[in-house]
């Protein structure tokens, strides 16, 4: 306990600091284009709130990108995967500027990261420098836009964090201006009796319709009618409010910034998006209405909090559970707000209805129910779990089976930390690497999960719930020229493309060697392609062998020689 205050006093202070000095900061702008914008800080993604804007790269890549201020590049990440090919700037005023997606890198940027692409033989490399290596100037031109890694249009992807903390800092309260006029919309209003730590009582949920009308947003009536049966001598009910928010130049729907909930001159909730903590960014599938985003994609932002949720947006101490008892009537306002002060607000008259309130003792029963609170180990002669305090973000249906079929938990629900899953090994299998584990989680996908084998045992760690199996992969990737058709002996072109297809598991290692020499061959995972530029200078006869492995160390192995013109 000692040591979490220590941490939140000290947290307190830095971020206090780095808040007074951005006050006075003027940031070049990252694109010499306006500023418009496809997502703002703090949307709810599936597992991680958005870390940065988007802005708008007029559908193209290949837009210079400016270092915001001077300063040097501390990180260099290339990853077919997340944020593609990324930069990071350090800046004396203790902020770090993020430059996501890049098409491709400037200067000593690019040759740096070559250099060490080639020294350590991966084109997955990140890389860490020192204030001499890579010093810039403010405006000085770092890497064109793109679209590699997990984007799926082009954009720059931009954020700005304590360089000391790595907080995640909302660049539109941290010195960015975009032109925004458009208030948020509120769509949707859902009730829930909760318990007195927040957590849902099954069954006990429903969803209003709000509709904006000339005086603002109203849901039918101007009245919400709760059961009586939704009170309870220990809890209450709270909100979740489903919001849309909209910026100038573009129609694209963007997140919540800031809310507050009043229940008469009381303020019951707050949220203010302002910074997110990279740790706690997954802690979204607690925030949001988790079933209402999976299922209907509908994003309601909880007006209340469970227990142990630690997110940074609630400039409030309430945990915005409202006590109700039958009969009861209250006025309640929830107004929603962008940083231009834009604002959004619904009215209503909650009643809560005559009749009996909900008696039960123990509403979530040990034996039915996993708890947020406790860790678990689960051992039986087919299978063993262990799940840590705090995986769950509330009570969730137990679903235990260690015969037979080997499952743990509700498939539908998240969890935040995973939980290791370890199957015993048959006797008499041999090639144990071709073999993994797999979780079957909601809607029936089924999951390869990176896998290891100790003693007579396989092990794996699974971000989801479900039902778990052995598999075993023994088909290596499909690799086949794209842009030319392998039987060609002369090429003329800069650029070569193959398709490369891991169907089972896991593409987990690709190299292309030329005479031998292993060559920076990139690979863009939503495609599914591997390309090779062509220095200028390489011409003539050459051999080229392309070796590619999935996580089951399975390898397929394409080679040619090839007459270079
Ligand atoms: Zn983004």
Redesign the pocket.
């Known amino acids: 306990m000692f040591k979490s205050l220590f941490f939140f006093s000290f947290f307190v202070y830095s971020f206090t600091i780095v808040a007074q000095k951005n006050d006075q900061q003027n940031y070049h702008p990252p694109l010499d284009i306006p500023l418009v914008l496809a ?1 703002n800080f703090g949307e709810l993604r599936p597992n991680h709130f ?1 870390m ?1 804007v ?1 802005f708008k790269t007029n559908g193209a890549e290949g837009l210079k990108l400016y270092a915001i201020e001077e300063g040097f590049v501390s990180r260099i990440k290339i990853s077919p995967y997340g944020y593609g090919k990324a930069v990071y700037i350090d800046h004396p005023n203790g902020i770090t500027s993020v430059y996501a997606h890049c098409s491709t890198l400037i200067g000593r940027l690019d040759s740096l990261t070559k250099l060490t692409q080639t020294k350590e033989e991966n084109f997955e490399v990140d890389i860490y420098f020192t204030p001499k290596d890579l010093p810039v100037k403010r405006g000085e031109v770092i890497a064109l836009s793109g679209n590699t890694g997990g984007s799926t249009a082009p954009h720059l ?1 931009f954020e700005l964090r304590d360089t000391k903390t790595e907080m995640g800092l909302n660049p539109l309260v941290y010195g960015f201006q975009v032109a925004d006029t458009k208030a948020p919309e509120i769509k949707g209003l859902k009730v829930y009796a909760l318990t007195e730590d927040g957590y849902q009582i099954p069954n006990k949920s429903f969803i209003k319709t709000v509709t904006k009308g000339k005086f603002g947003y109203y849901i039918g009536g101007d009245l919400l009618q709760v059961p009586s049966d939704y009170c309870s001598t220990h809890g209450g009910i709270g909100f979740a409010f489903e919001v849309v928010d909209f910026f100038d130049g573009a129609p694209n729907v963007c997140g919540l910034y800031s809310s507050s909930l009043r229940v008469g001159k009381d303020t019951l909730f707050q949220q203010r998006i302002n910074q997110i903590s990279f740790e706690n960014s997954r802690y979204v599938n607690n925030h949001k209405d988790f079933k209402e985003y999976s299922v209907a994609k509908r994003k309601f932002h909880k007006s209340y909090r469970t227990k142990h949720n630690p997110l940074e947006i609630y400039p409030t101490k309430n945990q915005g559970v409202l006590p109700i008892s039958p009969r009861d009537s209250f006025p309640i306002a929830f107004k929603a707000l962008d940083t231009k002060n834009n604002a959004a607000e619904l009215k209503f008259t909650l009643k809560v209805s005559d009749g009996p309130m909900n008696t039960t003792e123990t509403i979530f029963p040990n034996w039915k129910y996993f708890h947020p609170d406790s860790s678990y180990h689960i051992k039986s002669e087919q299978v063993e779990f262990y799940v840590a305090h705090h995986t769950f973000y509330e009570p969730t249906l137990k679903n235990l089976s260690t015969k037979g079929t080997i499952s743990l938990g509700d498939p539908s629900q998240p969890i935040q930390f995973p939980i290791t899953v370890k199957l015993p090994i048959k006797k008499g299998l041999t090639n144990l690497s071709t073999y993994y584990i797999s979780v079957t989680a909601a809607g029936g996908k089924v999951r390869p999960l990176k896998t290891s084998f100790e003693g007579n045992w396989f092990s794996a760690k699974s971000s989801h719930l479900g039902t778990f199996q052995i598999k075993r992969d023994t088909i290596a990737p499909s690799l086949i020229p794209l842009n030319f058709t392998g039987t060609e002996i002369e090429i003329t072109k800069s650029r070569l493309t193959w398709k490369v297809k891991e169907n089972q598991t896991e593409l987990v290692d690709y190299d292309l060697f030329i005479d031998g020499k292993w060559q920076v061959l990139e690979y863009e995972s939503k495609g599914d392609y591997l390309f090779f530029d062509r220095p200028q200078g390489m011409l003539g006869k050459h051999k080229l062998e392309l070796i590619v492995v999935d996580s089951c160390g399975n390898k397929q192995v394409w080679t040619k020689e090839i007459f270079f013109k």
Request: no cysteine; charged share 20%.
């Open positions: 997502a958005h940065g988007d992807h």
